[in-house]
């Protein structure tokens, strides 16, 4: 199910699991745009004073999510134009669910992608320098397969499985510019 794109889109937010290219993708596409780029979990991260790992270690993933909800609660006040990705489970929220819904002229776009494909994507993630650590991700299955559904309705998908993320920011670009043409 595709949700429809406002007709005049001044803030992109990417959803999707992890390893689906939310955060390399929204970088690119900012710097298209010319638009500023906020990735959710960094900004939690660095308001926390330590990384997402830390803060679910520390305090546990039901504030670690709250937390989640207060900064894209305050991230979708800023002004636009905008470039967000949520962090995997972002979407899980019926709050935040609701924050993206009334968001005006919000496109929220689902970068999808198998279950195999985004794990194989996170282990290549793991071997590189400054590698972002998943500290959920022994719950992968269980974790995608209560969020699929949450992801399909509340975004408009961007096939991603088999794309470098150059290609995935053109498909985006290319669906946007369809959708004001319409």
Known sequence: MNVPLPASTERIV????????KSTVGAMLAAQLGWPFV????????????????ILADHG???FRQLESQHLAATLAQPVPLVLA???GAIEADENRKLLAAAE???????????ETLLARCEVQQGRPNAV????????????AERASLYQQT???VPTESLPAEDVVQDILRLLQMEAAT
């Not at 990735?39 to 830390?54: C, E, I, Y």
């Open 133 to 144: 650590a998943r500290p959920l991700i022994h719950e992968a299955a269980q974790r995608f």
């Open 39 to 54: 990735d959710l979990d960094s900004s939690v991260a660095a308001t926390a004073g330590k990384p997402v790992p830390q």
């Open 14 to 21: 990417l959803i999707g699991f992890m390893g689906a290219g």
């Open 61 to 63: 993933e039901p504030h």
């Open 86 to 88: 949520l962090g995997g």
């Open 155 to 157: 975004g408009t998908a």
């Open 105 to 115: 002229a919000t496109a929220v776009l689902y970068l999808e992608a198998p279950l």
